[in-house]
């Protein structure tokens, strides 16, 4: 079942606007995963956490695996069309059965 | 990382049919997931298949429902049986790839099933 918190549900910015989401949980995570699905498409890794405190960069994006290991964000900066979908970020643990999903962020840009 | 394609891409179904998806990986993995995304909502597993074994379902899926096939390490199909409205639904295969030294999990493109 889904133990994931996932927030906001929903984002409506304009383009050139930074974002940024969060996942939080009530337990621990080896692994951090962040992913992008666009309309129509199956999801996209974007960005894998795999220490407490690991920031991570894969260009406008910028993702953080929270130190208590319980929690986890995602930054987009300066936004573009392109950016527009829902993002779903998965906490994983070392038993490979044991991952959970967020409910997932849409996000809008306007242009 | 795992390129996954998955047949069909999309299907349109009657009440009580049987559908069954293909999930092929250009290369050999271990490990083979099938989810499952409601509309507007997000990914469900529903079973873990591995190669040489049977599938292992998750709490409220099961094999009679869902059956799964795992003949080699690069392909995996799910049949979604006596279908109902109910199962209209987004099914995803993934796979289990590795970045580095580390292992991460890769989605196919999903197969759009709409049950009339």
């Known amino acids: 079942g889904q133990q994931l918190n996932q927030s906001p549900q929903s984002m409506f910015i304009q383009e050139g606007e930074d974002v940024s989401m969060n996942c939080t949980s009530s337990?621990?995570?080896?692994?951090w995963l962040w992913y992008k699905q666009d309309p129509g498409e199956g999801p996209v890794l974007l960005i894998a956490?795999?220490?407490?405190?690991e920031l991570t960069s894969n260009g406008r994006l910028t993702a953080q695996f929270g130190i208590t290991r319980k929690d986890s964000f995602l930054n987009i900066s300066a936004s573009i069309p392109s950016d527009v979908g829902i993002y779903f970020c998965?906490?994983?643990?070392?038993?490979?059965?044991?991952?959970?999903f967020g409910a997932g962020t849409r996000l809008t840009v306007k242009p | 990382s795992a390129v996954i394609s998955q047949k069909p891409s999309r299907d349109i179904c009657q009440r009580g049919t049987s559908l069954t998806i293909q999930c092929q990986v250009d290369?050999?993995?271990?490990?083979m997931f099938w989810y499952r995304q409601q509309p507007g909502q997000s990914l469900t597993l529903i079973a873990t298949?591995?190669?040489?074994?049977?599938?292992?379902?998750e709490s409220g899926f099961v094999i009679d429902k869902f059956p799964i096939s795992r003949p080699n390490l690069t392909f995996s199909t799910l049949t979604v049986s006596n279908m109902s409205p109910e199962d209209s639904s987004i099914y995803l295969c993934?796979?289990?790839?590795?970045?580095?030294?580390?292992?991460?999990?890769?989605f196919g493109p999903g197969t759009r099933l709409l049950v009339l």
């Open positions: 998965a906490g994983r643990r070392y038993n490979n059965n044991d991952m959970r």
């Open positions: 337990s621990i995570f080896n692994t």
């Open positions: 298949a591995n190669q040489g074994s049977e599938a292992t379902y």
């Open positions: 993934s796979v289990e790839g590795t970045v580095g030294a580390e292992e991460t999990q890769y």
């Open positions: 956490l795999y220490k407490a405190g």
């Open positions: 290369s050999q993995v271990t490990m």
